[in-house]
């Protein structure tokens, strides 16, 4: 029979070798996620899709913080304190950003993809979205979505809104 103290210790043990596994899994998992450059207007970026869209906000870490320094000539004037590197989840989904080094970066040739559960979620998302920016396609059926959409945010970032349609 074994005693209390070595059941928990087995129990430890498996819970252990069970982490490292998981740890190694997850690590090992292929992953595509957006990273977008706002061209100094990170932080307003940041507070406008976690306002408007729910967006958690993971960490930010600003280019003065950087443990190494950032290479000579390579930050624009006035960057020290701008965003350079932010990870965001918006509805779970990771999506991460920066100010870039200088004011330069556009957003061309893309748009991000917002697929969520219902038609009420969409009109929200996509209002929030073409506040201060230009609805491209107003929100309406189409063969593959019950309600779908484009919109270019305040950021110039181009969105596409929708709910699934049947499979």
């Not at 304190?81 to 330069?104: E, F, T, W, Y």
Request: hydrophobic share 45%; aromatic share 12%; charged share 20%.
């Amino acid at each position: 029979m074994l005693t209390v103290q070595q059941i928990s210790a087995s129990f430890r043990s498996w819970l252990i070798g069970l982490w490292i596994f998981l740890e190694s899994w997850a690590m090992s998992q292929t992953a595509i996620t957006p990273y977008l450059f706002f061209s100094g207007r990170c932080e307003e970026a940041i507070e406008f899709y976690r306002s408007r869209l729910g967006a958690e906000v993971e960490m930010v870490m600003r280019f003065h913080e950087s443990p190494d320094p950032v290479p000579e000539g390579m930050l624009q004037e006035g960057f020290e304190n701008k965003v350079m590197h932010a990870s965001l989840r918006i509805k779970g989904v990771p999506l991460m950003m920066s100010d870039s080094c200088n004011s330069q970066a556009q957003f061309d040739g893309f748009r991000l993809a917002l697929t969520v559960h219902s038609e009420k979620e969409a009109q929200e998302a996509f209002e929030a979205l073409a506040d201060g920016g230009s609805v491209d396609m107003p929100l309406g059926k189409t063969f593959w979505s019950p309600c779908y959409g484009m919109v270019t945010d305040r950021f110039n970032l181009g969105w596409m809104v929708m709910v699934p349609g049947p499979m």
